[in-house]
């Protein structure tokens, strides 16, 4: 249970992002996250208008590195594809636990793919750091303790 006097921002992080784009037909891989500062993730794809029959599809995958050594998709963390017929302006969400990863095999790296097929289309995503292993949470890429998490957040009111 998360005390209620918590702030949302203590207990959550924007790792990183794609930014609201008019994305070409093609894939879109973030930056690679590590994953040891946080317990569980959230990845949220938004779609504007799509494209005439444009696809979306969202996935999570893992590395063992920052230059996603070894990318491979986490099981059952992707969505199912989304079409222009009923497409526009939707959400889908992506749960996923640091557990879900291979870490046996050195994966200690999210990152997400965000891939539009046949037209361009308005998307977005947001991957969350939720459950931080230290509070407030922090960022992994600079261990100091900051609430910001992504460099690209740049106020928490």
């Not at 990183?16 to 990845?43: C, E, K, R």
């Not at 799509?50 to 599809?57: I, K, Q, R």
């Not at 969505?79 to 497409?87: H, S």
């Amino acid at each position: 249970m998360i005390p209620t006097n918590l702030k949302p921002s203590e207990v959550c992080a924007v790792l990183t992002t794609v930014d609201p784009v008019s994305q070409g037909a093609g894939a879109n891989t973030t930056v690679w996250v590590p994953v040891q500062n946080f317990h569980s993730f959230l990845a949220a794809l938004q779609t504007g208008v799509l494209g005439s029959s444009a696809t979306v599809d969202f996935k999570l995958q893992q590395a063992t590195d920052a230059t996603g050594t070894g990318a491979k998709d986490i099981s059952g963390k992707a969505i199912t594809q989304i079409l222009k017929a009923g497409g526009d302006n939707k959400q889908a969400l992506i749960n996923c636990r640091a557990q879900d990863l291979d870490t046996n095999n050195g994966f200690g790296w999210i990152g997400m793919v965000l891939t539009v097929g046949a037209a361009s289309s308005i998307v977005s995503a947001v991957l969350y750091g939720f459950a931080p292993r230290f509070a407030p949470p922090v960022d992994a890429a600079a261990p100091i303790a900051i609430n910001l998490g992504a460099a690209t957040v740049v106020q928490i009111v």
